[in-house]
């Protein structure tokens, strides 16, 4: 039976000196009884709080980190669905970098990758991690791309080379920066031994669960602790059917030898069939997608992607609730009012900046959700908004008594009217897009 959070909390020295990088070890306590921690973590933990907790305090997919001044964290998972309870680290995303392309291109596409930055609702959304593979003759060459990354890359990076001693080589400069080996064959003595001399993750390859399972066992027994899953298929389907029986067996069974992050490196011949089988696996538990090719408009595609589903459906992304300036304003400007739920005010905003115009865009507390839901839950209604508008201040901002509403929640504008004496209400436009045609509607240019 598993231990309660308060079972745990008997079991710590309960000093809450937070070398745990928890404040109180009531917090640590609940931590591990939720799997998001590891009883190691705790400097001071006791030798029956080791052998009472031991591998129960784990948590059923490890947490693994590559890189070092922005590790990417995979690992860690507790659901199988995130509505469940929510995915905690989203799928990283590699590319790869052939040294067979020449010291030219490499450095040219090392720093365009790097540069590769979008923001959207307020995020920033760029790739994760360098894939080297070592595909020339030329041993020198792979030595140089590992250096070309260091240089112009803080990103972490996995290196994937057959020939053993260039591939020490290439580990040790990368010792301090805690990257990955991808192993396309068995896993031997030797290449445990070079991951645990140089603080590398080790990506195991098989092409059948009870080898996977038997190389698992064989790594983690020779104290190397920091691996990935690497099962092979023929196709995306059964590579999907395989990712669900990985995680269903470390979560459900608690089967440890399947309990590490998955990875899949995508080799396919045309770049749209890789970013399918991208997303694919990206929403079916591949922990980090390698793709073989780099076309900036896909790339955000995934991104996009990516960041829908390891938002926490229980939190949405949200913005702070105040008047922001669109433009630049005067205070005749108009007032435009919509909630703060982050898509939401990035179209919103977007579309006003469209139109041409300057105005004050009024972002209501409706934590975090849509016009639409707010108004359902009675947070976007008349009285709530005339509340916030008085709490901001606003009449002292601006001296238009105009503001526009959404159109989808247009039968509140009475009982915003009766709140706010003064101010005429404007239904605007159902659609954002909706925004610059209203605006010269309503000769606001």
Same mark, same amino acid.
């Given at each position: 039976m598993a231990l309660s959070g308060l079972d745990i909390f008997k079991l !710590?020295?309960?000093?809450?000196?937070?070398?745990c990088g928890v404040p109180t070890c009531m917090a640590f306590a609940m931590k591990?009884?939720?799997?998001?921690?590891? !009883?190691?973590?705790?400097?001071?933990a006791s030798e029956e709080a080791k052998a009472t907790l031991g591998a129960a305090s784990e948590p059923p997919i490890r947490l693994v980190k590559i890189g070092k001044d922005h590790p990417l964290e995979v690992g860690s998972e507790t659901v199988m669905f995130r509505h469940e309870k929510t995915f905690f680290h989203q799928t990283g995303i590699a590319i790869q970098l052939r040294t067979s392309e020449g010291e030219s291109r490499l450095e040219q596409k090392i720093r365009e990758i790097e540069e590769y930055k979008v923001e959207r609702v307020g995020e920033q959304l760029e790739p994760d991690l360098f894939l080297i593979t070592h595909d020339s003759p030329e041993n020198d060459i792979f030595l140089k791309t590992i250096e070309l990354v260091i240089e112009n890359s803080t990103k972490g990076i996995i290196l994937d080379c057959a020939e053993f001693e260039t591939l020490k080589t290439g580990a040790s400069l990368l010792k301090d920066s805690y990257a990955a080996v991808l192993l396309k064959k068995t896993v031997t003595d030797e290449w445990i031994e070079l991951a645990k001399n140089y603080n590398c993750s080790l990506i195991l390859t098989s092409e059948s669960y009870e080898d996977l399972a038997t190389q698992v066992e064989k790594t983690k027994q020779a104290g190397v602790q920091n691996i990935l899953l690497n099962i092979t298929s023929k196709n995306t389907g059964l590579q999907i059917q395989q990712n669900t029986i990985l995680r269903r067996s470390a979560l459900k069974k608690a089967f440890k030898p399947f309990g590490y992050p998955l990875f899949n490196q995508i080799n396919t011949e045309s770049e749209f069939d890789m970013f399918a089988t991208a997303a694919a696996l990206l929403c079916k538990y591949e922990s980090i997608v390698a793709l073989h090719e780099?076309?900036?408009?896909?790339?955000?595609?995934?991104?996009?992607?990516?960041?829908?589903?390891?938002?926490?459906p229980q939190k949405p992304i949200q913005v702070d609730p105040k008047v922001y300036p669109i433009g630049e304003p005067t205070p005749e400007s108009p007032v435009f009012v919509t909630t703060n739920f982050s898509l939401t005010y990035f179209i919103v905003s977007g579309e006003i900046e469209n139109s041409g115009i300057s105005a004050h865009l009024v972002v209501c507390d409706t934590e975090g959700q849509s016009v639409l839901t707010a108004w359902a839950a009675g947070k976007f209604v008349g009285e709530t908004i005339a509340k916030f508008i008085k709490t901001i201040n606003l009449e002292q901002q601006v001296t238009t008594r105009k503001i526009i509403i959404p159109g989808f929640v247009s039968q509140i504008s009475g009982d915003l009217e009766e709140s706010l004496p003064g101010w005429e209400v404007i239904v605007g436009s159902q659609e954002a897009s909706d925004i610059p045609s209203l605006v010269k509607s309503l000769s606001l240019t």
């Open positions: !710590l020295p309960k000093t809450n000196c937070g070398d591990l009884a939720q799997k998001k921690a590891e !009883l190691s973590e705790c400097p001071h780099y076309n900036r408009a896909l790339l955000y595609a995934l991104l996009t992607l990516r960041q829908n589903i390891y938002t926490d």
